[in-house]
C-alpha cells in the first residue's frame, strides 16, 4: 500500500441492469485453508519457522515490536490505560533474622486489589527484585509440597539477596474481587471479551503494576528486575516479559510449548495467539536473559529438542546466545527444588553477577503460618474495594473516559488520536503488516460492456483465497492515463451487484464500466459462493478459546478487503491483467459489508471511501455482538475510531436514519482540517448520487 492511489469505497443497495446473458458468473471451488482448521490450544505448532523466517535483526525487532502490542492489545492494553496510584500497604513484618516477610498489597485499578507477600533482605540495598508468580496449584501462593513450594523459593530468594513479591493470581487467596467458576472461566463472556476485559488482560496488568511495586521500594535496582514462575505462572512470566521491557531476566518454569498452550481463561485472553503461538511470545524476551526449565513428565518434554532451538535461534539473530539456557529434569509438571536451583543459579549469574560452576543451593527455611500471610484474613477488604465482579464496569467506564479525553480537536491532538488509537485498532482487528497476494486468473466471458474475468486472490503465507469477478471496459483509457478500479464488497457476496439470476451486471457496474472503470465484485471470508464447505470444523467463538488463537468472520473479511487492496497496490492485478499500475481505486460494498470496509479503511488509506451506514445502531452491543463481533473492538473505540482514522481521504456516510453516529467522522474531520472533504446523508443514495459524488473532483 505505498502507492500514491485514490482508493474508493462504496455502499449501498443497487438497481440492477442487464449486461448480458447465458453465461455463469462462479468463478469455481477455490481452497481456502482457514475452512480447513481451527486453531486451538492442543494442536502440535511447527515452530522451525523462527530459524528461517527472520533474516537479520531489524526484521525480527520489528516482529517483536507487532508481538508485544498483540500482549498488550489481547489484554485490552492499548491505549495503555492511565496508571492510578498504587496506595500501598505494607505491614505485618516477621523477622526471620537475614530476611522479613510482610504482607503487600496495592491498587492496581482504583479499588482493585493485588494482593501478596514481600520477601526483603536485611540491608540497604540496592538489590535486584523478583515477581514471583504461582500456577494452578490450589493453595496459590502458598502451595508447600513436592512438586513446589512458592514460599520456599521466595524465602530462599530473599535469602541470597532478592526483594521478591509473591502475588496472588485472580481468584486466590486474597484476591477475592473476580468470581472464579469451577472451569476457570471467569470473565470469559463474549461482551466482555468484545471489551478487551479477561481474566488474563486483568493478570497481565497486575503484573505490570507489580513492577510498578517494586520499582517505588527504595532499596530495589529499578534497572534489575526479574520474574519467574511455573506452569501458570510460567504463562504470566513470558506474558509480562514480552509485555514490558522493564523486566530484566526472566525464568518460565514448565510451560513454554510448541504443543499446549494454557488451559485456562487466564491464559487464554482474546487474539493473543493469533498468528503466533508461546514460542515466538517467548522469545520476545531477547536479548534479556532467558531461563527455560522443563520436565519429562508433561508438555515441555521436548524443550531441549524444540522449543530452546527455534528460541535460540532469535537469540543468534541478536548476537546474545549467551543469554538463554535450558535445561529438562526427571519429573513430572513442578517447580521443585532442582528446577528451583537450577533457577536461583541463573539468577545469580545475570542479576547479581556471580557466574559459578556450582549451583546455588536451597536452604531449607521455616515458613510462616498461611493465617499469618493473608493480607486480609477475615476476608474484608478495605474500604471503597470494588465488589466481586464491579470491575467489568469499571474497565468500560474508563475505556470510555479514554477515548472521549482523546478525542480530536485540531491537528495535534489527531496526530496523538492516531499515535494511540490506530496501533489499538490494528491490534484488534488482527492486521498483519504485511500481505503477500499472488493472483490467479481463472477465464474470461464477454458481456455487452466489456468482458468479464474469473479470478482469485492468494495469501500464501495463511493460506486465505478471494474469489472475485473482474468487469473490464470496453471503452479503455489508454495506457498513459491511469486506469481506474472499483473493488466490490457486499453481505451477499458477489451477487449482491447482479441481477438475481446471478448472471447480470447491477447498475453500479454497469455506470462504472460505463465510465471506464475496471469493476472487481469479491466474495470475502464466508459471503457469496466462499462459504464453509460441508464438512468444516466449527467456528464458535465461545468454545475452545477459539478468539484466542483465530479471527472471527468479521476480521476475516477486514483482512481479506485489505489483501484484495494489496493486490492492486503493489501491482500484482495489473501485471496479470497486463495493464499499468492502477492509480485510482474504488472499494465498494453493501448491507453489513458497509461497516466491514470503514474498519478495513484506516488500513486501505483509501482516497474515497462512501460508507452505506445500513441504518445500524452501533452503540449497541447487542449488534456487535451478533453481527460485529471482534474482541476488543470497543476496548480500542469500535467504528468512532476507524471514522477518525480515515480522514483526511474523501469519505460520504450515507443511510444513516439517525442511528448511526456520525459525530466522529465529523470530530475526526474538522480536526484535520478537511471538513470538506466528509459528506453524510440520513438517507439512503441511489446509485446516480454515489456515481456523480464519485466522479467528481472535492
Known amino acids: 500500500m505505498r502507492y500514491l492511489i485514490a482508493g474508493l469505497v462504496v455502499l449501498n443497495t443497487f438497481v440492477m441492469a442487464r449486461v448480458d446473458g447465458g453465461m455463469s458468473l462462479n468463478v469455481g471451488p477455490v481452497d481456502d485453508k482457514r475452512f480447513a482448521s481451527v486453531r486451538h490450544l492442543n494442536m502440535d505448532y511447527d515452530v522451525s519457522y523462527m530459524a528461517s523466517r527472520y533474516k537479520d535483526r531489524g526484521q525480527w525487532e520489528k516482529r517483536a515490536a507487532e508481538i508485544r502490542e498483540q500482549v498488550?492489545?489481547?489484554?485490552?492494553?492499548?491505549?495503555?490505560?492511565?496508571?492510578?496510584?498504587?496506595?500501598?500497604?505494607?505491614f505485618g513484618k516477621i523477622d526471620h533474622g537475614d530476611y522479613t516477610v510482610e504482607k503487600a498489597f496495592?491498587?492496581?485499578?482504583?479499588?482493585?486489589?493485588?494482593?501478596?507477600?514481600l520477601y526483603r533482605p536485611k540491608g540497604k540495598g540496592p538489590f535486584p527484585a523478583v515477581l514471583n508468580t504461582h500456577g494452578h496449584w490450589a493453595d496459590g501462593r502458598f502451595v508447600d509440597n513436592e512438586s513446589s513450594s512458592i514460599p520456599t523459593r521466595a524465602a530462599n530468594l530473599a535469602k541470597q539477596g532478592y526483594v521478591v513479591f509473591s502475588y496472588d493470581m485472580i481468584g486466590f487467596n486474597d484476591s477475592k474481587q473476580v468470581i472464579i467458576p469451577e472451569k476457570h472461566d471467569a470473565l470469559g463472556d463474549r461482551r466482555n471479551r468484545l471489551w478487551g476485559v479477561s481474566l488474563g488482560g486483568l493478570q497481565t496488568w497486575n503484573s505490570i503494576r507489580a513492577i510498578d511495586f517494586l520499582q517505588s521500594l527504595p532499596e530495589v535496582d529499578p534497572n534489575r528486575i526479574a520474574v519467574t514462575g511455573s506452569s501458570g505462572g510460567g504463562t504470566q512470566t513470558f506474558l509480562v516479559t514480552a509485555a514490558d521491557p522493564r523486566i530484566t531476566v526472566a525464568a518460565p518454569v514448565c510451560m513454554v510449548s510448541a504443543h499446549m498452550q494454557g488451559g485456562c481463561r487466564c491464559e487464554n485472553p482474546p487474539n493473543l495467539r493469533i498468528d503466533t503461538n508461546n514460542v515466538e511470545i517467548t522469545a520476545v524476551a531477547a536479548p534479556r536473559p532467558l531461563f527455560l526449565v522443563a520436565a519429562t513428565g508433561d508438555w515441555t518434554k521436548n524443550t531441549l529438542e524444540i522449543e530452546c532451538p527455534a528460541i535460540r535461534s532469535i537469540y543468534k539473530l541478536l548476537d546474545a546466545e549467551d543469554r538463554i539456557s535450558c535445561v529438562r529434569f526427571e519429573a513430572g509438571h513442578n517447580y521443585n527444588k532442582d528446577s528451583r536451583e537450577a533457577v536461583y543459579t541463573f539468577f545469580a549469574r545475570w542479576l547479581r553477577g556471580l557466574d559459578q560452576p556450582n549451583p546455588v543451593k536451597e536452604i531449607p527455611v521455616k515458613l510462616d503460618k498461611r493465617e499469618d500471610l493473608l493480607c486480609f484474613p477475615e476476608g474484608k477488604l478495605p474500604d471503597g474495594s470494588l465488589a466481586p465482579n464491579a470491575i467489568v464496569d469499571?474497565?468500560?467506564?474508563?475505556?470510555?473516559?479514554?477515548l472521549d479525553a482523546n478525542r480530536p480537536k485540531n491537528r495535534?491532538?489527531?496526530?496523538?488520536?492516531?499515535?494511540?488509537?490506530?496501533?489499538?485498532?490494528?491490534r484488534a482487528l488482527s492486521i498483519p503488516s504485511v500481505f503477500k497476494p499472488v493472483v490467479e486468473l481463472r477465464g474470461s466471458v464477454q458481456v455487452d460492456d466489456g468482458e468479464v474475468q474469473k479470478l482469485v486472490v492468494r495469501d500464501d503465507v495463511r493460506g486465505a483465497a478471494v474469489p472475485g469477478l473482474l468487469w473490464k471496459p470496453k471503452n479503455r483509457v489508454p495506457v498513459s492515463s491511469a486506469n481506474r478500479i472499483a473493488i466490490l464488497v457486499s453481505d451477499e457476496g458477489k451477487q449482491g451487484f447482479l441481477e438475481s439470476g446471478g448472471d447480470r451486471a447491477g447498475l453500479l457496474i454497469a455506470k462504472l464500466v460505463e465510465k471506464g472503470w475496471y469493476a472487481l465484485a469479491i466474495d470475502v471470508f464466508n459471503s457469496g459462493e466462499h462459504v464453509a464447505p460441508?464438512?468444516?470444523p466449527e467456528r464458535d467463538y465461545d468454545k475452545n478459546f477459539f478468539d484466542t488463537y483465530n479471527r472471527t468472520d468479521t476480521a476475516e473479511r477486514v483482512y481479506d478487503i485489505l489483501l484484495v487492496l494489496e493486490s492492486v497496490y503493489n501491482g500484482v492485478l495489473?501485471?496479470?491483467?497486463?495493464?499499468?499500475?492502477?492509480?485510482?481505486?474504488?472499494?465498494?460494498g453493501t448491507g453489513k459489508a458497509g461497516l466491514w470496509c470503514l474498519l478495513a479503511a484506516p488500513f486501505g488509506k483509501p482516497a474515497k471511501l462512501v460508507v452505506d451506514a445500513a441504518q445500524q445502531d452501533t452503540s449497541?452491543?447487542?449488534l456487535l455482538l451478533q453481527q460485529f463481533y471482534v474482541p476488543c473492538l470497543r476496548r480500542v473505540g469500535d467504528f468512532r475510531t476507524a471514522m477518525v482514522l480515515v480522514s483526511p481521504c474523501h469519505l460520504l456516510i450515507h443511510n444513516t436514519k439517525g442511528k448511526f453516529d456520525t459525530s466522529w467522522a465529523e470530530s475526526g474531520y474538522k480536526a484535520s482540517g478537511s471538513a470538506d472533504r466528509l459528506r453524510i446523508s440520513a438517507e439512503r443514495l441511489g446509485v446516480e448520487e454515489i456515481s456523480a459524488w464519485l466522479s467528481g473532483t472535492h
Do not use: H
Request: charged share 25%.
Open 72 to 90: 498488550l492489545g489481547a489484554a485490552g492494553l492499548l491505549p495503555m490505560p492511565e496508571k492510578c496510584p498504587l496506595n500501598a500497604r505494607i
Open 106 to 117: 496495592f491498587e492496581s485499578y482504583p479499588g482493585f486489589y493485588c494482593t501478596g507477600n
Open 394 to 402: 469499571l474497565l468500560i467506564e474508563r475505556s470510555e473516559k479514554q
Open 412 to 426: 495535534e491532538t489527531l496526530a496523538q488520536f492516531r499515535k494511540l488509537y490506530e496501533p489499538a485498532l490494528k
Open 534 to 536: 460441508p464438512g468444516s
Open 574 to 588: 495489473s501485471r496479470e491483467l497486463g495493464l499499468s499500475l492502477f492509480g485510482e481505486v474504488a472499494l465498494v
Open 620 to 622: 449497541d452491543d447487542n
